[in-house]
């Protein structure tokens, strides 16, 4: 699986691909910074962070997309610009036929480091070390990008086997209930 991760910034947007399996050890496929100049119209630096993520995705080719979510920050005005980055984010996955998974920074902290109150230092050096690198990722936008994608891989690939599983349950209990109905009306015709 091919997991493009999103750290979503209005001014730097941390973006990384992966490659890897559930349990498994991922392979880097590429990693980036995203910049909007700050001074520049909102609407202007929105557009610039949708090129840049269609051109990844167009690019890298990604499987899915994992995008951190938002959590509320004392900055209204910092949560904000994170919120439409991640909105740019979800909609270039979506216009690209891509699911999209969002995971708030504990979960991804714990997937990678084992603690959901991990620092970022913590969470470049579990980067590098599981995606074994010779230098750490940087800025730690980049490195959070792709902590996001490896958490994804290892966790929404599970996840996606668990909803397939029940998923195909369903069906199999669909299909077994109309075979008995049908059995049913044709006993009392």
Known sequence: MRVLGVDPG????GVGVVEGQPGRSCRLVAYDVV????????AARLLALDEALTGMIAEH??????VERVFSQHNVRTVMGTAQAGA?????????????RTYTPSEVK??????????KAQVTTMVTRLLRLSISPKPADAADALALA???VWR???????EAARSAA??????AARAADAVVRGASA
Do not use: F, K
């Open 61 to 66: 080719r990604p499987d899915e997309v994992a």
């Open 88 to 100: 740019v984010a979800v909609l270039a996955a979506a216009r690209a036929g891509l699911p999209v």
């Open 35 to 42: 910049r909007t100049d700050p001074g520049a119209d909102l």
């Open 150 to 152: 490896i958490c994804h």
């Open 110 to 119: 714990a997937a990678v480091t084992g603690s959901g109150q991990a620092d």
């Open 156 to 162: 929404g690939g599970t996840q996606a086997r668990i």
């Open 10 to 13: 209005l001014t730097r947007c």
């Open 170 to 175: 369903v069906a199999r209990a669909v299909t």
